[in-house]
């Protein structure tokens, strides 16, 4: 699938502090021409330059969704928080690039994120309540992720989630998948009928309790 290209815009050091008290320096990127207009950051993490050389050994690459709720103020009605703090530590260790996308709440914005999670607590999951929102029940694009991918140099990628429509999408705007890597199951008590909602309704892969995935 043809798509636009991107540029880098520019690229900056920054030291990070990962969850388990360490510390790293995230190379951090800006696009030019990406095809919704926001402002998308590319994190390169660890060798970063290694693997973009090295194509036999593709970088590993996570595709993260913004969430204030749980990556800032960590709620614990969501996994966001602890996915990506793993991401972080896992590509800081191999080489690879985190892409934080601006898409909350699966691509509907905050405010109407925070209009869900009041439906949710009368009794809707968070599909349902995007639905009831007049939204789609995942409406993420990754158009820019691709375009982001082949402005770092990247066709060919792993790709650390449990999310296939991130694998499907990336590999039909002709971003080569070389494999699907699982991401940790961080369930709480909290948390698990978002879980499961992930697993039933969005097809995520995950290894919940009781056999359901």
Known sequence: MEIPAATVRTQVLVPLRLADGCTTT????????????REHLALGLGDCAAAVADRHDPPLVRLHSECLTG???GSER?????????????????????????????????YAKLEAYALQDTGLDTY????A????ADGRDYTVAAQMLRALGLDRVAVLTNNPDKVAQLDRLGIEIAERVPTGLHLTATNAPYLAAKAARGAHVLAMPGGRH
């Not at 602890?82 to 914005?109: C, D, K, N």
């Not at 929102?133 to 789609?136: C, E, F, P, S």
Request: charged share 20%.
């Open 128 to 131: 349902e309540a995007n639905l």
């Open 71 to 73: 990556d800032v103020l």
């Open 26 to 37: 995230a190379r951090v990127f800006t696009f030019d021409g990406l095809v919704d207009g």
């Open 78 to 110: 969501c996994d966001c928080g602890p996915q990506l703090a793993e991401a972080v530590g896992r590509i800081s260790r191999t080489g690879g690039f985190l892409l934080y996308l601006r898409q909350e709440g699966r691509g509907i914005g905050l």
């Open 133 to 136: 929102l007049g939204y789609a």
